[in-house]
């Protein structure tokens, strides 16, 4: 992956959508990392509401290059955090802001606009 990868921006979210500006692509759920996004199919980690976001669930972002991860909770915050997922984020020096999905997508973006190696994953209903 080149040095110049830059992370995609955020161009629209509401329930059950969010639109990314690079390459006009729409997801429910989506990964954003520099370079690219796709969805985030939950069934590939078997994530659940509860427990929450895993370790496997991030491990693409960091693989792409991401030095600051952001997670979306969920449009009403039912989406939750493993510990084990925030602990290895912490180890691996990473980044990490953990916040409701409108407040995470304007984060994500202010980190993009700023030309920071920034991924997240984004839940765009409850």
């Known amino acids: 992956m080149p040095d110049t990868a ?3 921006r955020i161009s629209h979210v509401s329930w059950g959508r969010l639109d990314v500006a690079d390459g ?3 997801f429910k759920d989506a990964k954003l990392y520099p370079g690219g996004a796709r969805a985030w ?3 590939e980690t078997g994530t659940s509401h509860t427990p929450g976001i895993q370790p496997a669930d991030v491990e693409e972002l960091l693989d792409h290059g ?3 991860v952001v997670l979306s909770r ?3 915050e039912r989406l939750q955090v493993k510990s084990e997922t925030l602990r290895m984020l912490e180890e ?3 980044e ?3 916040l409701q999905t409108k407040e995470a997508v304007a984060h994500y973006n202010d980190l993009q606009a700023d030309g920071r190696l920034v991924g997240g994953l984004f839940h765009s209903t409850c």
Do not use: R
């Open 6 to 8: 830059t992370s995609p």
């Open 24 to 26: 006009d692509k729409s």
């Open 41 to 43: 199919d939950w069934n």
């Open 66 to 68: 991401a030095e600051i």
């Open 74 to 76: 969920g449009m009403n």
């Open 92 to 94: 691996a020096g990473v």
């Open 96 to 98: 990490t802001h953990v």
